[in-house]
């Protein structure tokens, strides 16, 4: 059975700084991994995602990793902004299309 | 585009009651989900729908619990009855899957917060 852990669960950082969220899953067969992001109140925003054959993505400042061998991946925010406070969610698709979920890293950046 | 719809966005109601969730898809996927978050466990799917026939519905807590696709616009996810316990945000989602749709992502709606008292 597939499992998604997300560490830190929460992290506090200055404005300005590069932050890296971590990802891990336990079954290695998926066909893709995704980057959500959640404000309160709000749906899930998809932010990045990452096919089974790849090993980056990037959009803007936001840049993500997929080591599917090791079960591992990485979002990584450069130049942190106070926009960036949310939760951020992780998810790996199996066939069909469903999505096991991370519990998710909530981040707060202080101005 | 109009992206994932869902109403009611709230909703309270007393336990024993029949609540219904609707969802309208983004217009040409063909793949709908219905997902549950709570603080305790997080997101967790609940059934999908490919081409609007059900697939997967391991993830239904209960046979309290039922979902329908009458069509590809349209879907519904139906509590009864009702239990405080079912208290969460109930989110629907929509994609494009199957082969050679490997990077499409799934669009949520903004879900619906469900207390039951």
């Known amino acids: 059975k597939q499992e998604v852990t997300q560490i830190p669960a929460a992290l506090s950082v200055p404005e300005g700084e590069n932050l890296v969220l971590n990802c891990s899953f336990t079954d290695s067969a998926i066909y893709n991994l995704q980057w959500f992001r959640q404000d309160p109140g709000k749906g899930l925003t998809s932010l990045l995602l990452i096919q089974s054959s790849q090993r980056e993505q990037t959009s803007g400042r936001l840049n993500a990793s997929l080591d599917k061998s090791s079960g591992r991946s990485t979002l990584y925010i450069a130049a942190s902004q106070p926009g960036d406070s949310a939760t951020y969610l992780c998810a790996v698709s199996g066939q069909g299309g469903k999505l096991i979920f991370g519990q998710g890293t909530e981040l707060s950046v202080k101005p | 585009d109009a992206g994932v719809i869902q109403s009611p966005r709230h909703e309270v109601t007393e336990m024993g009651q029949e609540v219904t969730l609707r969802c309208k898809p983004i217009?040409?996927?063909?793949?709908l989900f219905w997902y549950r978050q709570t603080m305790m466990r997080g997101l967790e799917l609940l059934i999908y729908?490919?081409?609007?026939?059900?697939?997967?519905d391991s993830g239904m807590p209960e046979d309290r619990f039922s979902a329908k696709m009458p069509n590809a616009s349209f879907s519904t996810l139906k509590i009864q009855p009702s239990e405080p316990r079912d208290s969460a945000v109930y989110f629907c989602?929509?994609?494009?899957?199957?082969?050679?749709?490997?990077?499409?992502?799934?669009?949520f709606g903004d879900g619906t917060r469900l207390s039951i008292l």
């Open positions: 217009s040409g996927h063909n793949s």
């Open positions: 729908f490919n081409n609007n026939v059900p697939i997967d």
């Open positions: 989602a929509s994609s494009l899957t199957g082969t050679g749709y490997s990077n499409q992502p799934q669009h």
